[in-house]
């Protein structure tokens, strides 16, 4: 069914449609009647799989949050005076990434949160989600700051699309956010850059590096330690909240996000692995977190083994490893002009 995708909060079933603003809905047939959170005995909205319990929406929020603090504590070190740049594309991890970054440091007034949000250039899908982003951030005194491929690279991704020859588009999209993102959040003086991706994305990018043989990315994935000269070290608040998870906690929590489906996604390579690492997980629950903490557990023999990167800087502004950026790289391959 290409008009509908079911989405199984573990037994709480949301569907959505992807050409309509009516985004996603309960089936209340998913528990019986006397099904209650394990907590408080409220009545519950969802089971976890992969710890067996059921719990209500206060105790599910609590659930998220309380990982998602973990991580932080875990992954930076937060100083008077760091900005923290949060890449929003509007959709459900990331603006849930602002909303709990907001909210659980948006008291401090030594720490500024700014939003960074990329205009890939994709018509009838992205201008809506930045008319919802800058509404968002308007709503809570958030700085909103925007960038564009069509500024930085001179084409946009439905220009770039058609002429991508080999590579899927997804290819040139990825290369060219990272790029921007990067550049913005150095621009505005960003100590750390917080994404949106979930338990789901890193579990995919640590099989599709390891099934590539790709050791030196694998140990570059973020979240970042090391600072490297030129690069906004990357944090990743959800990264242990399954994809589900923060789709639920966008529904219950009434965060607005952009429910569309990028044109060009159905060419990415990273579908093949979301499926696979998804029967797995409905057959052994908990595989994502396996994966993870395999990972975890194997980085410091990974980044020990890995050639330190000797980066210098791109005739664009970024670093690289080569003579040029992979943005550059892709750039000439379109035949177009060379940043400056």
Known sequence: ????????????????????????????????????????????????????????????????????????????????????????????????????????????????????????????????????????????????????????????????????????????????????????????????LATGLNLDDTAQSIMMNFTRGDIDRLARLGPHKKIQPGLIPRIQPLRMIPEKESLLYAIVSGIPYHNGICPYSDEALRNQFRHVIDELETRSPGTRHSIISSYDQMLPMLTANSKPADLHKCGCGEPTLGKECKACELRNILGLKKII
């Open 1 to 192: 069914m290409k008009e509908y995708f079911r989405y199984f909060c573990y037994d709480a079933r949301i569907i959505f449609s992807r050409h309509h603003s009516t985004h996603y809905f309960f089936n209340h047939h998913c528990f019986a009647k006397d099904v209650k959170c394990d907590i408080c005995g409220s009545e519950a909205v969802t089971y976890i799989r992969y710890n067996g319990m059921h719990l209500c929406s206060e105790h599910f929020m609590k659930f998220v949050e309380k990982r998602v603090k973990k991580e932080i504590r875990r992954q930076a070190n937060f100083n008077p005076g760091d900005v923290i740049g949060v890449a929003v594309s509007g959709g459900k991890d990331s603006m849930v990434t602002l909303h709990l970054l907001h909210s659980i440091l948006g008291e401090r007034r030594d720490i500024d949160i700014q939003c960074i949000t990329i205009d890939e250039g994709i018509d009838g899908y992205r201008p809506e989600s930045i008319e919802l982003v800058k509404k968002f951030c308007s709503d809570r005194g958030i700085k909103y700051n925007q960038a564009s491929f069509s500024e930085r690279f001179d084409i946009t991704m439905d220009e770039a699309a058609p002429l991508s020859g080999d590579n899927s588009p997804c290819t040139y999209c990825g290369v060219f956010r990272r790029n921007a993102m990067n550049d913005l959040a150095r621009k505005i003086g960003a100590t750390y």
